[in-house]
T-cell receptor, first 113, second 113 residues
Framework: SQTIHQWPATLVQPVGSPLSLECTVE??????LYWYRQAAGRGLQLLFY??????ISSEVPQNLSASRPQDRQFILSSKKLLLSDSGFYLC????????????FGPGTRLTVL | AQSVAQPEDQVNVAEGNPLTVKCTYS??????LFWYVQYPNRGLQFLLK??????LVKGSYGFEAEFNKSQTSFHLKKPSALVSDSALYFC???????????FGDGTTLTVKP
């Protein structure tokens, strides 16, 4: 069976500091990978998605970047955090193909002070 | 372009009563439709999906949803609500020609004993 891991679970960072959130998937190959941000427990904003190694689509111009250095590893980064980067960050994966549901990780709660 | 709307921020029902959480969508082609549930401080969990075929789709935990093409709706239903069903519910749509899904803003379901 497949599992998805995200870490850390919670993070408190000062404004202007760098960020690295990691997501890994086990038990499958060549998954589609996604990063979302959820503000105030409401809607999901798709930040990045990837259909393969080195292939990243950015959905919203912002202070963040994503990389996929290995098939089942997806990293969300920032060089300098802003207050507005605070939120709940969710990683997800799916099999390739439009009719496949997404499987979400447990999330990272990021607070920028 | 694709979009999804969940017209109710909050739905309140009494335990044992039927529940409905509404979702309408807009796509240029044919839709793939999904429902997810989120418990506090957790990632989303997949409940059910419509790809093709029968308009009534059955999913996890006794939930079902009916695809209505003429009304462009995909409402989530359950015949008898449980207190443990209280959570945040998300509808998502993906056009068959799109590379990603679009999520609604979510509906908070509260089931009172």
């Amino acid at each position: 069976s497949q599992t998805i891991h995200q870490w850390p679970a919670t993070l408190v960072q000062p404004v202007g500091s760098p960020l690295s959130l990691e997501c890994t998937v086990e038990g499958t190959s060549n998954p589609n990978l996604y990063w979302y941000r959820q503000a105030a427990g409401r809607g999901l904003q798709l930040l990045f998605y990837s259909v393969g190694i080195g292939q990243i689509s950015s959905e919203v111009p912002q202070n963040l970047s994503a990389s996929r250095p290995q098939d089942r590893q997806f990293i969300l980064s920032s060089k300098k955090l802003l207050l507005s980067d605070s939120g709940f960050y969710l990683c997800a994966w799916s099999f390739s193909g439009g009719g496949n549901e997404q499987f979400f990780g447990p999330g990272t709660r990021l607070t920028v002070l | 372009a694709q979009s999804v709307a969940q017209p109710e921020d909050q739905v309140n029902v009494a335990e044992g009563n039927p529940l409905t959480v509404k979702c309408t969508y807009s796509v240029s082609g044919n839709p793939y439709l999904f429902w997810y549930v989120q418990y506090p401080n957790r990632g989303l969990q997949f409940l059910l999906k419509y790809i093709t075929g029968d308009n009534l789709v059955k999913g996890s935990y006794g939930f079902e949803a009916e695809f209505n093409k003429s009304q462009t709706s995909f409402h989530l239903k359950k015949p008898s609500a449980l207190v443990s069903d209280s959570a945040l519910y998300f509808c998502a749509v993906r056009d068959t020609n799109a590379g990603k899904s679009t999520f609604g803003d979510g509906t908070t379901l509260t089931v009172k004993p």
